[in-house]
């Protein structure tokens, strides 16, 4: 049997659908006693159950969050969505949540979807920060988490990007490495690639696109073997001194060691080695990984925290700004 809806018991009760929702939400001054009498059968008879977010919507007190993730796959995620479900389960809102699997066709449908669920409001880990869909957003229902666009005009809270790496190539070349190298995916204008290999050149002095090796992103198997090759001549054309590598994420990391252990390199022996993003299954490895460690969590709790502010104390206009939470640079001997 299919779920009965507020329409039906309107029909059955001959009565508007507005009297319904009054007297499923307590509100008896509008309605006589018959009226609310006969609703009270008919909803017992039925075994009506409104549901929850007709309900929420009916009091105009929506308390449903959509949340669209770009890479539902990315450890990160998980520590993301972690901080937004605590903070959104404390203050009695529900969360829906989509992944658009890093592509952006897919994100604009996966939003057009959340938006017909009627949600409160937006907590977009966007695939890119700059699409054109998020021009019909309003700042005043709307955060953005992780990645940051080019002109900023919602709320977002991004991770130290920059001026950690700064510091953590600051301190390998404090060691004596002459020769080092960014490795990252391509960067394709992602904020957090960019911001931090500019972190690194602004430590290195190097040029824009210099020192710079891509990594393929979902490629496919010749363009890694090409990767795996790249790394092994810039390992035999080091051969009189040690050079030193910083990846850009922990995903990117994983792909640097493999290459180099398919080319017979070990660090600290033959480089030197740091990277972004810190996760319990390095602290296995020995030497232990130098790193930046960021707080994922708490990049979702402050972007929830902020959305549930907006929504329960509205005003004309928020004026969007950038959120930094801060990294912690974790310093081992793996350079």
Excluded at 172 to 199: C, E, I, N
Excluded at 279 to 296: A, G, L
């Amino acid at each position: 049997m299919e779920r009965l809806t507020i329409s039906d018991i309107a029909s059955l009760a001959n009565v508007s659908i507005a009297t319904v929702s009054n007297y499923l939400n307590g509100n008896y001054k509008k309605m006589s006693l018959k009226t609310r009498t006969h609703l009270e059968q008919i909803i017992n008879q039925t075994n009506y159950r409104p549901n929850g977010t007709a309900r929420s919507l009916a009091k105009n007190e929506n308390k449903t969050i959509g949340v669209s993730i770009a890479d539902i796959t990315n450890p990160f995620t998980s520590s993301v969505l972690s901080g937004i479900y605590k903070v959104c389960d404390e203050h009695g809102y529900k969360v829906l949540f989509t992944n658009a699997d890093n592509n952006q066709q897919s994100e604009i449908n996966n939003i057009l979807r959340l938006r017909s669920e009627n949600v409160a409001g937006f907590i977009i880990d966007p695939v890119n920060a700059n699409g054109p869909i998020y021009k019909s957003f309003s700042n005043n229902s709307t955060v953005i988490v992780d990645r940051q666009a080019v002109k900023t005009k919602i709320d977002t809270i991004v991770t130290d990007n920059n001026h950690s790496v700064y510091q953590m190539i600051r301190k390998m070349m404090a060691k004596g490495y002459q020769d080092l190298y960014f490795v990252s995916w391509p960067l394709d204008a992602v904020s957090t690639r960019t911001l931090r290999y500019h972190g690194f050149l602004d430590a290195t002095g190097y040029t824009e696109g210099s020192h710079l090796i891509t990594v393929p992103h979902l490629g496919e198997k010749k363009l890694y073997d090409q990767f795996n090759q790249q790394i092994k001549e810039i390992m035999e054309s080091h051969r009189d001194h040690k050079p030193a590598f910083f990846t850009m994420n922990a995903r990117v990391f994983i792909r640097l060691l493999q290459a180099m252990q398919l080319a017979n390199y070990n660090y600290p022996d033959d480089y030197g080695l740091a990277t972004y993003e810190e996760f319990e299954w390095m602290k296995t490895m020995r030497p232990q990984i130098s790193c930046i460690q960021q707080d994922s969590r708490e990049l979702g709790v402050e972007a929830a925290a902020l959305l549930i502010d907006k929504l329960e104390n509205p005003q004309e206009s928020f004026e969007p700004s950038i959120k930094i939470v801060p990294t912690k640079l974790v310093i081992n001997n793996s350079f």
